[in-house]
């Protein structure tokens, strides 16, 4: 039975879901100590534990303690390397992150399916973006790309591209009974293509269309005959629609063509940048502090490597990569899981953006890449819930 607190912390999760679009606006300014992503995470925190809900490891232990050695090793390196131009140890970003992780998780063992449900929260702040774009609020370019509220034009385009693949998937899930309500759940689509067309973000126009195919290859394999006239309109709608404005985006297009020939937007210059001080502490790495002392001395400022893989081997070597790698791969078999045994296709759908902003951009402290995390390990959470021929909404025992 569901209580007012639980309630509340439903809400809260709906809230900090939808706020994750708003999460770079600061409330107070330039100052960057309170945006609006962190204050809705510590808010959604205070709600689950009004809620009276406990958090347990249970089933979920290598997770945990992969990611702790992950953090611990850090904090050890980062002390170790403290220097004269950065003292960090700790990344309170990160830090929440991973307390969300585990929170949500928890929050599903309450309440089977509301992480799913709240994805209609995150869907709702893109679209409330998209109509802030048609009406010019917020809405500025840079080298001819759209950005809003001052936000990254890729983290734009890459939530834009997420929310469109949910709620065409949604409109699949619903039933042919509710078809007024499937209406209305993809009209907010072509809203969130035009945005993310904008942005001319090609980690997330190549996301988008990876995730469209994979959506509709998925479904097809689940049910080769009911869902062949939906998965051929759909294709052809997108044909149709979505190639000619394609190829009237010229930078979009430009950009694209610069990837193939090797033009990165700089992001090879700086990996090639840092690999080098890779090799001088393979094992343990530098920490916070020290990389931010070898960002320094390379660029003259502190430059995101671009690259998940390179920036954990700068903070912990291949001894945290290591175990880094180990939680992911737990992450990989879980949302497999889920498909092969309940045919939940969304979870695996929604790790193409992820491998996206492994490979080319940054995931540790974006929240959204934590939640797509959490959402793809409900599959450990009860054996009870993933098991062929048992209902879908079996409450979990505590």
Not at 9 to 23: H, P, Q, V
Not at 74 to 96: A, C, E, G, P
Request: glycine residues 8%; hydrophobic residues 50%.
């Amino acid at each position: 039975m569901i209580n007012n607190r639980s309630k509340i912390a439903r809400f809260a999760l709906y809230l900090f879901m939808f706020s994750i679009n708003f999460e770079v606006f600061n409330l107070f300014g330039d100052s960057g100590a309170l945006s609006v992503g962190r204050l809705t995470g510590f808010i959604y925190i205070g709600a689950f534990y009004y809620a009276n809900y406990r958090v347990s490891l249970y089933q979920l232990n290598n997770l945990f303690i992969s990611l702790i050695a992950f953090i611990l090793l850090i904090l050890v390196t980062s002390t170790f390397h403290i220097n004269y131009l950065s003292d960090r140890i700790i990344d309170i970003s990160l830090v929440q992150n991973i307390v969300l992780f585990f929170l949500l998780l928890n929050h599903e063992k309450y309440e089977p399916g509301v992480l799913k449900k709240s994805i209609y929260a995150f869907a709702f702040g893109s679209s409330l973006l998209g109509v802030f774009y048609i009406y010019g609020i917020g809405v500025e370019y840079t080298g001819g790309r759209l950005s809003l509220f001052e936000d990254n034009e890729n983290a734009i385009g890459i939530r834009m591209a997420i929310s469109s693949i949910y709620l065409i998937n949604s409109f699949f899930a619903l039933s042919k009974k509710f078809y007024f309500k499937k209406s209305l759940i993809v009209l907010p689509v072509p809203l969130l293509i035009i945005v993310m067309m904008g942005t001319s973000s090609r980690v997330a126009f190549i996301s988008f269309c990876v995730m469209l195919l994979a959506l509709l290859g998925f479904y097809f394999l689940i049910h080769p005959i009911k869902r062949l006239f939906p998965i051929v309109m759909i294709s052809g709608l997108v044909a149709y629609f979505f190639i000619p404005f394609i190829l009237s985006n010229d930078l979009l297009i430009n950009r694209l063509l610069a990837s193939k020939s090797g033009d990165l937007a700089g992001r090879g210059d700086i990996w090639l940048s840092y690999i080098p001080s890779i090799w001088k502490s393979p094992i343990f790495g530098y920490g916070f502090s020290g990389y931010e002392k070898i960002s320094m001395n390379i660029f003259g400022q502190l430059v995101s490597p671009h690259n998940v893989i390179i920036e954990v081997l700068l903070y912990s070597g291949f001894a945290g990569f290591a175990f880094y790698m180990w939680f992911n791969a737990q992450v990989i078999f879980s949302a497999f899981r889920m498909y092969s045994i309940k045919k939940e296709c969304l979870g695996l759908v929604l790790l193409i953006p992820y491998a996206g902003g492994v490979l080319s951009g940054q995931v540790l402290v974006t929240k959204l890449m934590w939640f797509i995390l959490a959402f793809n390990c409900i599959s450990l959470l009860n054996e009870k819930q993933f098991v062929p021929n048992v209902e879908e909404n079996i409450s979990p025992k505590h």
